[in-house]
């Protein structure tokens, strides 16, 4: 017999009424994902190595032509405000002062994966492309792989691309701007 237990779903004001009242505080590792508040995962130094080489190269590659946010919320809807590992994001001049981003900022959204693979591709992937996130990399950091997802449908993406080492690739907003494989995932 499954004991099924009620849930009581949270709105996303609610969610950042928490985090006012001291309930949730900045070093809470948690994700807002259809108004439960999800635990993440600790960040490992090959994740954080990672996040930071694609930061930088982001950086270098798009300094004047979007933002680049690195563990800072996008919202989706009234009921989940994730925090991607790394973001591109349409530029704004007063950098998201007055809200968070929604789908329609962003350009490139990325997340590093180890031992968050399987919650990565079953929980967030689906996510992103039900709210129109127009591109995802997924960094799998223990095969050494980056699959590249484009053109989001309610039922999810409808073009899916691994890129392996010695591959090159470039965001769907930027073309002609390309990283290699290697160099992203060191």
Not at 39 to 55: K, L, N, Y
Not at 122 to 135: T, V
Request: hydrophobic letters at 40%; proline letters at 6%; a negative charge.
């Amino acid at each position: 017999m499954v004991l099924e237990v009620p849930r009581r779903r949270f709105s996303l004001a609610e969610y950042h009424l928490m985090a006012e009242r001291g309930i949730l505080s900045e070093d809470d590792r948690v994700e807002f994902i259809g108004g439960e508040i999800v635990e993440m995962t600790p960040i490992g130094r090959a994740h954080a190595a990672c996040v930071d080489r694609i930061a930088e190269r982001f950086a270098e590659l798009f300094r004047r032509d979007a933002q680049v946010r690195v563990q800072s919320p996008v919202q989706l809807g009234d009921h989940s405000e994730v925090q991607p590992d790394v973001t591109l994001l349409c530029r704004r001049s007063d950098f998201y002062a007055s809200g968070h981003p929604t789908p329609a900022d962003v350009l490139l959204l990325v997340e590093m994966a180890d031992s968050s693979l399987d919650y990565e591709r079953e929980i967030k992937l689906p996510l992103y492309a039900r709210y129109g996130i127009a591109e995802v990399w997924l960094v799998n950091l223990i095969a050494g792989t980056i699959t590249g997802f484009r053109e989001p449908t309610i039922s999810g993406y409808q073009s899916v691309r691994p890129y392996r080492r010695g591959e090159w690739l470039s965001p769907g907003a930027f073309p002609g701007r390309e990283m290699g494989v290697s160099g992203i995932l060191g």
